[in-house]
């Protein structure tokens, strides 16, 4: 049974640096063909796409959010973590982790339950 | 980036009718294009993906088409659970999500 599970703080102030650790069970970031993305959904608004790693340690990045955003996996401890620098009010969102493969989907087939992290002083 | 624009943005039917909703990409996403449903407070749920494929124990009234730029997910009789929000995402360059549909009771 694979689950994910985002953990963070809930709470950051503006110009700080957030940092989101997805822990995940029932499947390897080893595995060829897997990955797990970083996707988040502001109040009320659409899901955004920001980052994503493969078993091949392959990084994709949010063109618009790429000078901000660091991802990195430790399949040893099966955990993802996604930095955000600067953050924003606008950055006020759900943040949610996800599993997907490349075969045969491409798509996110689970997902966790999602963090929200409200930026303000 | 490539722009999914989906329509209408709100649609107001009743159970029983056939629901279908829009998906225009900005440029060629080939196949590449995935359907997801959200309901209020819950993570999303994949339910089409390569424009035309169901995913495992979606049931048979939801489909897609499309190719290009053009894409349709239809329900074929709505049940009272299929009232919800639905993105498009294309996996084409990079991924990005529509801005969604809100598929309301009428």
């Known amino acids: 049974q694979i689950t994910l599970k985002e953990s963070g703080p809930t709470l950051v102030k503006p110009t700080q640096t957030l940092t989101l650790t997805c822990t995940f069970s029932?499947?390897?970031?080893?595995?060829?063909?897997?990955?797990v993305g970083w996707i988040r959904q502001p109040p009320g608004k659409a899901l955004e796409w920001l980052a994503l790693i493969y078993w091949d340690d392959d990084k994709r990045y949010s063109p618009s959010l790429k000078s901000r955003l660091t991802i990195t996996k430790d399949t040893s401890k099966n955990q993802v973590v996604l930095t955000m620098t600067n953050m924003d009010p606008v950055d006020t969102a759900t943040y949610y982790c996800a599993h997907l493969e490349m075969a045969p989907t491409g798509g996110i087939d689970y997902w966790g339950q999602g963090t929200l992290v409200t930026v303000s002083s | 980036e490539i722009v999914l624009t989906q329509s209408p943005a709100t649609l107001s039917l009743s159970p029983g009718e056939r629901a279908t909703l829009s998906c225009r990409a900005s440029?060629?996403?080939?196949?590449?294009l995935a359907w997801y449903q959200q309901k209020p407070g819950q993570a999303p749920r994949l339910l089409i993906y390569?424009?035309?494929n169901r995913a495992t124990g979606i049931p048979a009234r939801f489909s897609g088409s499309g190719s290009g730029t053009d894409f349709t997910l239809t329900i074929s009789s709505l049940e009272p659970e299929d009232f919800a929000v639905y993105y498009c995402q294309q996996r084409s360059n990079w991924r990005t999500f529509g801005q969604g549909t809100k598929l309301e009771i009428k």
């Open positions: 390569d424009a035309s």
């Open positions: 029932g499947f390897s970031l080893s595995t060829s063909g897997v990955g």
């Open positions: 440029q060629s996403v080939s196949s590449y």
